[in-house]
């Protein structure tokens, strides 16, 4: 905390996400957490509080509209963003074909943290960086795999998916330079990815990508505009936030050596435990809405038209709904966090994303022989909204082989 502490929500929020605090946003959320609704000096509304936010998230009164951007009626927009009936027309399309494709790919992701750990067994003792050699790889494998997008593209798309990832931190916390590179970023990514489109329509697969262009159902049809946002959306979804999770997973593991120990020897604790890194370090800090009445909350009036901010990370701490909410309880009952949001728009992916965390990190708990942070706090990406690692050195005295092959 700063010498002269913050008091105001506004002074609160811009030291939350400054990135000086990234590694640790969490004692402002706090101070926010004291009015649970409050207006900032630009009239955008704060709501950190787990009731609020949680009665929020499910008010029909409330749009996903963050920017209640009325200038730009009519342009194409993602289901994040977009309010019934359209929300929910195209939000079935996508989940008829992408629930089917995850059911069933345990094993395959199994393999895939099996092959990522297996590349450095040559080194005893040795050092792994737990972002890019694991928790960026693995989930970018497999949402690329289920869309059907080439993995060899990752470095085209994996930049332009950094870049376009500032633009979704309030506005204002860019530099001029990455706002130009946002723009130049959204131009690059329709023409990836209308380029691949094209491709996929005259040789088509059995992926997502097809399924969506290709439905026998008239209804399950999508237009080319809506296929190409959601196609972005889904590839930018599916690695940008489960990177986050098993970093910031390994991170509340190796900072709680009783949790490791727990974890290597009983894999059960794995499903309470992701959810508890969910609740207690989330992937998505944040979300954004707009007001379509007035709204009457916690002794206050939210105006009709109003820009809102829903603090997710902040609401999972309120002592309100979690006991000990500053203590990572890798089994903690009843964890209804908002890490996935929640109504309508929760998150599609959240069974992939759970899947694939609680692979990564039992595999890491079982095969690394005395593990270690070489640096705490490693050093966090600028993003403030997806919140995480750049790097995790952990370094380790042995690797020993995949229980299952062993
Ligand atoms: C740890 C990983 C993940 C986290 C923490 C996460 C978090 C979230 C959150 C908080 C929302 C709600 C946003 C809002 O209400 O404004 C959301 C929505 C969404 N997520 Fe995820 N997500 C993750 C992984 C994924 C994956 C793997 C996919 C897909 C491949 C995905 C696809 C989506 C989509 C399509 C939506 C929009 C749903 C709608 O608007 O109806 N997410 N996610």
Redo the contacts with the bound molecule.
Sequence with gaps: MPTTTPSSATDLFTHALQHDNRANPYPYFARMRQQPVTRMDDGTWLVSGHHEITQL?RDPRIS?DRLNSNTQKGAPKS??VLDPPR?DQL?RL?TQEFIPRITGMRDHIHDLVTHLLDAHTSQQPGQLDVVTDLAYPL?VTV?CELLGVPRQDEPVFGSLARRLTRGLDPIGTQTAEELHELQQARIELIQYLEGLIEKRRTNPGDDLLSGLMFSQNPAGQMGPIDLRITLG??LI??HE??V??IANGTLALLRNPDALTRLRTDPDLATPLVEEV?RYD???QM?GRSALADIDIAGTTIPKGARIRLM?AAGNRDAHRFPDPDRFIPDRPDNAHL???GG???????T??RTE?QIALTALARRLASPRLVTDPPPYRENAVLRGPEHLLVSFDRLTPDPRTA
């Design positions: 998230l996903a289901l994040l929300h939000r996508v989930p949402i959306l889904l979804a599916g936030t489960t986050n999770l969910l989330p992937p998505v979300s997710l890490g996935f949001g309508l728009h929760y998150c599609i992916g959240a992939l994303a965390a």
